[in-house]
């Protein structure tokens, strides 16, 4: 059974850092591409980060670009997003993501097989 296990949301004031982190077991973890995306009260749940299965390629949100850093540990099954200066506009449910399909795919959340419960992260102005 693959789980997907958030951890590292909460309550953070503008301008400051969370790290989130990704716990997979049950699948091959390193054959996945692994992504976060997340979702706003009242929007869809949108691509924020993803890093292909060997760890060398990532790619962002323009939103995230400059702000966020993801990171894998494929010994460890662990995916990791590093988010710093964080502006209210950020506030969301953070969902973590795995999918074995073409990392040209990486946007569609429709592609991805396995999804995490999320994690909330709430920026304070």
């Known amino acids: 059974q693959v789980q997907l296990v958030e951890s590292g949301g909460g309550l953070v004031q503008s301008g400051g850092s969370l790290r989130l982190s990704c716990a997979a077991s049950?699948?091959?973890?390193?054959?996945?591409?692994m992504s976060w995306f997340r979702r706003a009260p009242g929007k869809e749940r949108e691509f924020v980060s993803g890093?292909?299965?060997?760890?060398?390629?990532?790619d962002y949100a323009v939103s995230a670009k400059g702000r966020f850093t993801i990171s894998r540990d494929n010994a460890k099954n662990m995916v990791y997003l590093q988010m710093n200066s964080l502006k209210p506009e950020d506030t969301a449910v953070y969902y973590c993501?795995?999918?074995?399909?073409?990392?040209?795919?990486?946007?569609?959340?429709?592609?991805?097989?396995?999804w995490g419960q999320g994690t909330q992260v709430t920026v304070s102005s």
């Open positions: 049950g699948l091959t973890f390193g054959s996945y591409t």
């Open positions: 993501a795995a999918t074995l399909a073409l990392w040209g795919s990486r946007w569609s959340d429709r592609r991805y097989e396995y």
């Open positions: 890093i292909q299965w060997g760890g060398s390629i990532t």
